[in-house]
């Protein structure tokens, strides 16, 4: 009997430990929960979160959140997860960073729903979503900031994570309105109408990009309401620029396509830009301008063509500064505007530039023109538009680069420099150096580089070297003497 009494107890401690062991290994488990808000609301949809809070003993290393939306509502961008999406349920799963939730710490993911429906049927990992059932009924009509898609979000709707993928226009109104150092935006193929401003300041070292396909394609039908005496981002009056980046340096722009505006990228001070891989074409005036001190900007593996379609002597492919002229608007530096050191590294521009492929203004120093080919064929010869390039800012470096001519077109010469007198004043189209440049004139051009004066250039001349060539030229290589 005394066996058996020892037997239980020795079976009820084995027990108790079985269940002890178990208990700890329970405990020792995340314990993930997801809990839905909206952040704000529009008269066609809203912004909203899911709070992911870890309640068990153990940090979790990823986690997974789905739910359904219902018909005529659609998830139309998301940060801070990774997301999928099939008909009306939507799957997201963490980002890199995110996944990794301490016990009792909580992360954060968002994302734009198109439409008033909220999620329903909510699980995180396969569970339910304990305390984040959302409402059922729609956001008040009372709440709604805005009923139309242009106009700028409040302050607390911008998306917030590092990445916001956005596919329509109001949404990239959104981003581009909330953008902040360091943050990606992310465009899906399709069309863009609208007013598309960005204001925000990049770092070095946390840049902001507005990246996409050729497919996505930003158009600007404007412009409209009344212009100030200065261009500068107004209320109640579009620019009808493609896009324009106002006060807004360190930006990358990236792979998509501006066409049908009246004027394509605009950066107004906003130094450090990077434009790479864009397209720009159809549009009434310049494709690109550099301007207000947009200094140390880059524009490079771009394309650019069809320009001037309405003023064709202002259809410049790259525009660098300001006509001065223009400086008690643009000149922002000292009463210049000092566009310094800019860039145009391997672009096709061309053909049906109705004025330059590259207009180089005065008072701009020390830029670089280097491995770009530049179609002239539609050259429309107004406003004294009939080259390349015209080469009226000081210290460039024009190398390497393949220009061609064919008619029709109005075409006098490849390369050209003004020297137009300033104030103050600056030794305007001098000290300019051509190297390595293949010109091909179509028998209508006069020189491939003609410079205009030397007399003004003694203390900085302009230099010719012998590695430049030309084909089918009137004259020939240049009107001065040639550098070995």
């Not at 009808?240 to 605009?266: C, H």
């Not at 023109?369 to 390039?389: L, V």
């Amino acid at each position: 009997m005394r066996r058996l009494v020892i037997g239980a107890a020795a079976l009820t401690a084995a027990t108790v430990v079985a269940l002890g062991l178990t208990a700890v290994a329970h405990a020792a488990a995340p314990q993930l929960t997801a809990a839905f808000s909206q952040t704000s609301t529009w008269s066609s949809g809203y912004g909203a979160q899911y709070a992911i809070r870890n309640t068990g003993d153990a940090a979790s290393t990823t986690w997974t959140v789905e739910f359904d939306l219902p018909a005529g509502s659609t998830v139309s961008s998301s940060w801070s997860s990774v997301r999928t999406s099939s008909g009306q349920h939507h799957r997201f799963t963490n980002a890199g960073y995110n996944g990794d939730i301490a016990p009792g710490a909580t992360e954060t993911f968002g994302f734009n729903v198109s439409g008033l429906g909220v999620p329903a049927n909510c699980t995180i990992d396969g569970r339910p979503c304990a305390g984040g059932t959302p409402p059922t009924s729609s956001p008040s009509p009372s709440r709604t900031p805005s009923t139309s898609p242009s106009t700028s979000p409040s302050p607390s709707t911008p998306p917030a994570g590092p990445i916001v993928d956005v596919a329509t226009a109001a949404q990239l109104q959104q981003a581009l309105a909330g953008a902040r150092p360091g943050q990606t935006i992310r465009l899906a193929a399709g069309t863009y109408r609208g007013s598309f401003v960005a204001t925000a300041d990049g770092t070095a070292s946390q840049r902001i990009t507005l990246t996409g396909p050729a497919g996505a394609v930003l158009i600007n039908d404007g412009p409209s309401g009344t212009a100030p005496s200065c261009p500068a981002p107004t209320a109640g009056w579009d620019s009808g620029y493609g896009l324009w980046l106002a006060d807004a340096p360190y930006w990358n722009l990236v792979g998509f396509t501006v066409a049908e505006s009246k004027k394509g990228i605009v950066a107004d001070n906003s130094h450090h830009t990077t434009i790479d891989g864009v397209s720009v074409h159809d549009v009434e005036e310049e494709a690109v301008h550099f301007r207000r001190s947009s200094a140390d900007s880059v524009i490079q593996n771009s394309r650019i063509e069809r320009t001037g379609l309405v003023q064709p002597g202002y259809g410049e492919g790259i525009y660098i500064g300001s006509a001065n002229s223009n400086w008690s608007c643009h000149g922002n530096s000292g009463g210049v505007d000092r566009s310094d050191r800019v860039q145009v590294l391997n672009n096709r521009i061309g053909p049906n530039i109705a004025a330059e492929a590259i207009d180089i203004k005065e008072g701009t120093f020390n830029g670089v023109i280097r491995g770009n080919t530049f179609d002239g064929q539609g050259i429309s010869g107004q406003n004294s538009a009939d080259s390349w390039i015209d080469a009226k800012g000081i210290g460039y470096v024009i190398e390497n680069n393949t220009g061609t001519f064919r008619a029709p077109g109005t075409f006098a010469n490849g390369y050209e420099t003004h020297n137009p007198s300033t104030t103050p004043s600056f030794a305007n189209g001098c000290g300019n150096v051509w190297r390595g440049n293949r010109s091909d004139l179509g028998g209508a051009g006069d020189y491939a580089i003609n410079v205009t004066s030397t007399s003004k250039c003694t203390g900085n001349p302009n230099i010719v070297y012998a590695s430049n060539t030309v084909s089918n030229a009137v004259k020939g290589l240049t009107n001065i003497a040639v550098t070995p």
